[in-house]
């Protein structure tokens, strides 16, 4: 299986269960791991035999900004779902880093494969 990398993706999103997480978006850091099969494109070098990442990267931004989830791992799931609607995705995995969610570490994330 080949796969695609989407890195450091910043977005903005209400995200948290304390009351002040609620008030504006907080930045989350997102990267993914888009498994497919490139053979295919790999030959033709046509887009049309391949993910398009460009959809990808912008679906999980939209999404991403258009949510109010309270839990990181809610807003994963949705992630996930959304990018294996895009045809030749067969498996994600999503990294979703919250800064401001740690008080001594870089950030707390959570990872899930779907």
């Known amino acids: 299986m080949d796969t695609i990398f989407i ?3 910043e977005v903005h999103a209400i ?16 990267n993914l791991e888009i498994f497919t099969d490139m053979e295919r494109a790999a030959i033709s070098d046509d887009l049309r035999d391949a ?4 959809k990808a990267e912008a679906i999980v931004k939209e999404t991403a900004e258009s949510s ?14 959304s990018v294996k609607t895009l045809p030749g995705v067969q498996k994600v ?3 979703i880093d919250k800064p401001a969610a740690a008080q001594f570490a870089r950030s707390i994330a959570v990872q899930m494969e779907r």
């Open 7 to 9: 890195r450091d993706l």
């Open 68 to 81: 109010s989830f309270f839990l990181l791992e809610a807003l994963a799931g949705k992630l996930c779902q």
């Open 51 to 54: 993910v398009d990442y460009s």
């Open 15 to 30: 995200i948290g269960t304390l009351p002040e997480e609620r008030l504006a978006p907080q930045k989350l850091i997102l």
């Open 93 to 95: 995995r999503i990294t």
